[in-house]
C-alpha cells in the first residue's frame, strides 16, 4: 500500500470515529427496545435497565419475545438488547448468532448462575429422598415413588419450566443417566407455575423436584440444587454427547445490537458496565414472586434503593461502586441462606436440649421456639422434644460456642471525626456474639472482619453518617450517628476526583479528536456500507481502549 492510500484510509476511520463522537452526546431520539421474557428478574431488569436509559434521556420500548429467538433479532437489529443471557440456557443461541456477525457481548454481571433441577430443602431434611442432594438417590424406587403425581404415570414426576427454555435436554439427561424408568418430566406453562408447585409440595407435605435457578428468590427460601455428574464441554446431545451431564456453574451475560451501539452510544457504552449481583437479581425477582409486586413497581423500588450503582454506572457521580466487591460481600450474606436454616435448626435442638436439662419450662421453650421460627402460635412446639432429640445425631448436640444470642452488636467508633479529604476513610469496631456481623452505613453494606470494619466515603462537605450492625439472627443494633467534619487541605482536591470520573476522561481525549477532524469534508460523500460496518468495528475497539 502507498503510504498516499493509507493516508486516505486513516482518514476514513477517522471519519467514522468522529461522527460517532459528535452523536454521542446525544443518542438517537428513536425508542431503544428491550425484549421481556417468561421469568421475573428479567422482567423487572428490562424495567429496570429501561429506567436508566429513560434517566439518561432516552426512549424506552418493551416486547415480548422468545428467549431463545431474541439473538437473532438482536443480531438483525430489531431488539436492541439482552441483559440476561443465561449460559446454560441460552450460551449455544448466543454464540451463534455472534458468529453471525451484528451481536455484540457486552460484558458479564457480577453474578455466577445455575440453572438446574433440586428441590426445596425441607425436603432433604425431612429425607423424603435419602441422600439427596446427590443425583445417585434418585435411583432408589422408595425414593421415587414420595415424588408421583396424579399426571406422572406412577412414576416420579419432575417439573422442568416452559419447553421454550432448554427443549428437551432434561428428558434426554434422565435416560442418559438410566432413570427414566422411575422418573418422567412434565413442563410447567410459566414460571408462575414451578412457585404454585412448590407452595402446593409444602401444603401437602409431598415431594417435589422442579427446575429452578440461581440468582432468584429461592436463594433467600432454602432450596437445594442436585449434584449431578459434573458439566463438560461436549457433554449434552445437542454437543454431541449423551446428556449425562449436570448444568455448568455459567455467565450471565449482556447482549447488545450492534446497530444499537451505533444509533445510541452513550446508552450502549452504559449498558456495557451494567453489572447485577446475585442479590440485585433475587431481589427483583422476590419483589414480584414474593411480595406480590407488580414488575414495574418492582423495577421502580429497585432503582430507588441502588441509587449509587445506576449513577455511577451512567457517570453521574463519582463515588466509586464496584459491583464485584458488591458480589463477595453479598455472598456472605446471600448464599449463606441454606447454611443459616441448618444452624436455625441448631438454635431448635439448642432449645430442645436446654428444655430437657431443665433450664427452661415448656412455656419458656415454646416462647423461645416461636420466636426462632417466626411463627405466632407457640403451644404445643416443645410437645414432642424428646422424641425429636433422640432422632437426632450426636454431634448436632455440641452446643455453638455461645448461648442463645439475642443481643443486637454493640458498635464502637469515635462520634466526631475530622478527616481532611474528601475521599476519606474511618474506622471502628464492632463486637457480638455471634461469628456473623453485617454493618450497613447509610443503608449500603459494609465488610465486616475480625470484629472490624473500615468505612470508604466520598462527601465535599461535612455530613452525618448512620451505621447498623445486624447479627446473624437478625438482632439489629441501634443506629449509630458519627458527625464527619471535612477538613480540606486547599490544593490536593481536584487532582484526586479527576481520574474517577469517566466523562472527564472523555474530555481529555478530546484534544486528539480536533487534529484530526480533518478527514470529514472529503470523505463525507462517499457511503460505503462495507466500510461503515468494519469502521465501527474500529470505533468500537477504539472506545474499548481509549475511552472506556
Ligand atoms: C433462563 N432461566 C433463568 C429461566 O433459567
Known amino acids: 500500500m502507498s503510504n498516499f492510500i493509507r493516508i486516505f484510509y486513516f482518514s476514513m476511520l ?21 425484549p421481556t421474557h417468561n421469568w421475573s428478574s428479567q422482567v423487572v431488569g428490562a424495567y429496570v435497565i429501561g429506567g436508566i436509559f429513560e434517566a439518561m434521556g432516552n426512549k424506552v420500548e418493551y416486547v415480548p419475545a422468545d428467549s431463545q429467538a431474541v439473538y437473532e433479532s438482536i443480531r438483525q437489529g430489531d431488539v436492541s438488547i439482552s441483559h440476561e443471557v443465561w449460559q446454560s440456557a441460552f450460551g449455544k443461541s448466543f454464540d451463534k448468532a455472534r458468529s453471525r456477525g451484528g451481536l455484540i457481548d457486552a460484558g458479564d454481571h457480577a453474578a455466577v448462575t445455575l440453572e438446574e433441577l433440586g428441590v426445596p430443602t425441607w425436603i432433604i431434611e425431612k429425607k423424603l429422598c ?32 416452559p419447553q421454550s427454555w432448554h427443549g428437551d435436554f432434561f428428558p434426554q439427561r434422565l435416560q442418559a443417566l438410566g432413570l427414566d424408568h422411575l422418573w418422567t418430566v412434565k413442563f410447567a406453562r410459566s414460571a408462575d407455575a414451578l412457585w404454585a408447585e412448590l407452595q402446593d409440595a409444602k401444603r401437602n407435605n409431598r415431594g417435589t423436584i422442579i427446575f429452578n435457578w440461581t440468582p ?12 449431578w455428574p459434573p458439566y463438560y464441554d461436549g457433554c449434552r446431545p445437542d454437543d454431541g454427547g449423551s446428556g449425562a451431564c449436570g448444568s455448568p456453574t ?23 458496565k451494567f ?3 446475585t442479590k440485585d437479581m433475587g431481589r427483583m425477582a422476590a419483589y414480584v414472586d ?11 423500588k429497585w432503582l430507588r434503593k441502588n441509587k449509587h450503582k445506576w449513577e455511577y454506572w451512567i457517570g453521574r457521580t463519582d463515588v466509586a461502586y464496584n459491583a464485584i466487591e458488591q458480589q463477595k460481600i453479598d455472598e456472605d450474606s446471600f448464599y449463606t441462606t441454606t447454611t443459616k436454616i441448618v444452624k436455625k435448626n441448631n438454635k431448635v435442638v439448642e432449645i430442645d436440649k436446654m428444655y430437657l436439662d431443665g433450664y427452661l419450662t415448656k412455656s419458656e421453650c415454646e416462647k423461645l421456639k416461636s420466636t426462632v421460627l417466626k411463627v405466632k402460635n407457640s403451644i404445643g412446639l416443645c410437645d414432642d422434644v424428646k422424641i425429636k432429640v433422640a432422632q437426632k445425631p450426636k454431634k448436632e448436640f455440641t452446643p455453638d460456642s455461645t448461648a442463645i444470642d439475642n443481643d443486637p452488636p454493640v458498635i464502637t467508633i469515635a462520634q466526631n471525626i475530622k ?28 465488610k465486616v472482619k475480625n470484629g472490624k470494619f473500615i468505612i470508604r466515603r466520598y462527601s465535599p462537605v461535612d455530613e452525618q453518617i448512620k451505621i447498623v450492625a445486624i447479627d446473624q439472627w437478625g438482632n439489629r443494633s441501634k443506629p449509630k450517628l458519627v458527625n464527619i467534619t471535612i477538613d480540606i487541605q486547599e490544593t490536593i482536591v481536584v487532582e484526586k476526583l479527576e481520574p474517577l470520573n469517566p466523562t472527564i476522561l472523555k474530555n481529555k481525549s478530546s484534544n486528539n479528536r480536533v487534529a484530526l477532524i480533518l478527514g470529514i469534508e472529503n470523505y463525507k460523500k462517499s457511503p460505503n456500507a462495507n466500510f461503515a460496518n468494519l469502521d465501527a468495528k474500529y470505533f468500537y475497539e477504539y472506545v474499548k481502549k481509549v475511552l472506556v
Not at 20 to 27: G, I, M, Q, R, T
Not at 139 to 154: E, I, L
Request: with cysteine; hydrophobic share 35%; aromatic share 10%.
Open 14 to 34: 477517522i471519519l467514522i470515529f468522529n461522527l460517532n463522537l459528535n452523536y454521542s452526546y446525544s443518542d438517537s431520539n428513536r425508542p431503544i427496545v428491550i
Open 130 to 161: 435419602p441422600g439427596l442432594p446427590d443425583w445417585t438417590a434418585l435411583k432408589n424406587p422408595d425414593c421415587a415413588k414420595n415424588f408421583v403425581t396424579p399426571d406422572s404415570g406412577g412414576k416420579g414426576r419432575i417439573l422442568e419450566g
Open 216 to 227: 432468584n428468590w429461592t436463594d433467600a427460601e432454602g432450596f437445594t440444587m442436585i449434584k
Open 250 to 272: 455459567g455467565y450471565l451475560k449482556k447482549a447488545a445490537s450492534e446497530k444499537f451501539a451505533r444509533t445510541h452510544p452513550n446508552a450502549f457504552r452504559a449498558f456495557q
Open 275 to 277: 453489572s447485577f449481583t
Open 290 to 300: 414474593k411480595e406480590k409486586m407488580t414488575h414495574e413497581d418492582a423495577a421502580r
Open 419 to 446: 478527616v481532611n479529604d474528601t475521599d476519606y476513610e474511618v474506622e471502628g469496631k464492632v463486637e457480638d456474639k455471634s461469628e456473623k456481623v453485617f454493618l450497613e452505613v447509610e443503608g449500603r453494606p459494609v
